[in-house]
């Protein structure tokens, strides 16, 4: 369909979209990890606080109690017997040893060693372990000089990945003398080394951490996807308002450019349809008392009058200022009206009308005449597109649809002509726009005038199969 008119091109300089859904997403997801990486951590700390006070405080009363054996079933008895203690002796080493097993064998102990205030080991559980320098440095001291110490080797890493490592808990603790009359304790005498395995301990440290952070991590993901989804909703309803405003000031723009050229038009038009209308009367004048020949140049006056005379209307049209009385109408009615005015052109251009209404027209709000000449100005525009003697169909179109919370009655023109171009989309509702060799370009502006004081909507494209399509919106009447 070669038609006038075209839409203006959008703004080259709009602004870009925010990409606000890109950035919170980036963003929350790195503080989501962070969060989940530092509470799981925490929580994994302290749990290894307490595991580890929980075992001193189990290896201290081994030791008091491991402490008061050893002196009384020990001592005691190597003094009394023996004149003085010497563990390397294999008679009081096996006392000792007797003592020390009898003691720890309800505990959870892997190895008791007694160390001299010097740091050698006098006494194993482990016998390979004698006579060993124990090169303890830090909790040896402390409990040589009477206090006590613990300390977990390897060290607990929160962040490690796994815990197949085997952990030892060792605790040090003095040997002290006791004395029966009063509760005091003697000085240090020895040192012992209690070592505890609890790897075990920190293998349900390692899983209640990684249940911890898969908890923290679907938790946290439901609440990215729901974040990101209210974001998401807003920006589109920010990105719609912006469509909106955009389009609110272009139709703005739009019409200002419009109105001081159709008041220039309207001047132009009025000025030359005075002396058009006496040019054609005198032509009729004239060719009524001529010769036959000098009659057919009149009639060519006549004839080029009276299309002037149409494009001065067409001006006068597009000038003047469209003032819709909305009534409830059948759109398909006044599509009737049309058809039947064009029906002899129709047949000469060798074009089949098909109509596709539905057995119960709905209501639009419209004003007839002014929807009349807007459907005119698309038959004419299809009509021309189909005029060079191959014909064709002119298939038009009326249903309802639902857009945006209102019901319109769409109107929907299809030709097969050669369509609309591509490189022109952006041009077809611009004033004096054409790609005919004759016309004035204002059809589809005085179209889409005469919808917008409708409240309507024309959208231009071409058919699936071929040739134009016109699409035109009205607001349905209220049931």
């Not at 989940?36 to 302290?46: P, Y």
């Not at 607990?156 to 009063?182: N, S, Y």
């Amino acid at each position: 369909m070669q038609m006038g008119g075209g839409q203006a091109g959008g703004d080259p300089t709009a602004q870009r979209p925010f990409q606000l859904v890109k950035h919170f997403s980036v963003t929350s997801l790195v503080i989501i990890l962070l969060f989940t990486l530092a509470i799981s951590s925490v929580v994994s700390v302290r749990a290894s606080d307490l595991v580890l006070h929980k075992r001193e405080q189990y290896a201290l009363l081994l030791a008091e109690n491991l402490n008061h054996q050893v002196m009384v079933q020990f001592v005691m008895p190597a003094l009394r017997d023996y004149g003085g203690i010497n563990v390397g002796q294999p008679a009081q080493f096996s006392l000792l040893d007797l003592v020390v097993r009898n003691t720890i064998q309800s505990f959870q102990v892997s190895q008791v060693n007694i160390l001299d205030l010097d740091g050698n080991i006098i006494y194993s559980t482990q016998p390979d372990y004698i006579g060993r320098l124990g090169h303890y440095e830090g909790p040896f001291q402390v409990a040589a000089a009477g206090g006590h110490a613990s300390t977990l080797d390897p060290p607990w890493d929160p962040f490690e990945l796994g815990a197949g490592l085997p952990r030892v808990f060792k605790t040090f603790i003095p040997l002290r003398d006791q004395r029966r009359l009063t509760a005091e304790l003697g000085p240090p005498r020895a040192v012992f080394e209690i070592s505890l395995d609890v790897s075990d301990d920190f293998k349900e440290i390692w899983l209640n951490q990684k249940i911890i952070m898969g908890t923290l991590l679907i938790m946290m993901a439901l609440l990215f996807m729901i974040l990101r989804s209210i974001v998401m909703r807003g920006q589109r309803i920010e990105a719609r308002r912006a469509a909106q405003e955009a389009a609110l000031e272009e139709q703005l723009h739009q019409s200002e450019r419009l109105a001081s050229l159709g008041r220039m038009i309207a001047g132009v038009a009025h000025e030359i349809r005075n002396p058009l209308g006496i040019v054609r009367s005198t032509a009729e004048l004239l060719g009524s008392k001529v010769e036959p020949r000098q009659k057919a140049l009149a009639e060519v006056i006549v004839e080029e009058s009276t299309r002037l005379n149409r494009v001065v209307t067409e001006f006068l049209d597009f000038a003047r200022p469209q003032k819709a009385e909305l009534k409830p109408l059948k759109v398909e009615e006044v599509l009737e009206r049309n058809l039947a005015a064009l029906a002899a052109e129709t047949e000469r251009a060798g074009v089949e009308v098909v109509r596709r209404f539905p057995a119960k027209p709905a209501l639009a709000m419209g004003d007839a005449d002014l929807l009349y000449r807007a459907f005119l100005n698309v038959f004419n525009n299809a009509l021309q597109a189909m005029s060079g003697g191959q014909g064709g169909k002119l298939t038009i179109t009326t249903s309802r649809a639902q857009q945006d919370g209102q019901v319109w009655i769409v109107v929907t023109v299809e030709d097969e002509g050669p369509g609309f171009e591509p490189q022109s989309s952006g041009q077809l509702f611009d004033p004096f726009f054409t790609t005919k060799e004759q016309g004035t370009g204002l059809g589809l502006s005085i179209v889409r005038s005469i919808i917008d004081t409708h409240q309507g909507k024309v959208e231009l494209g071409n058919a699936p199969g071929g040739g134009a399509r016109v699409e035109i919106r009205l607001r349905a009447a209220q049931a």
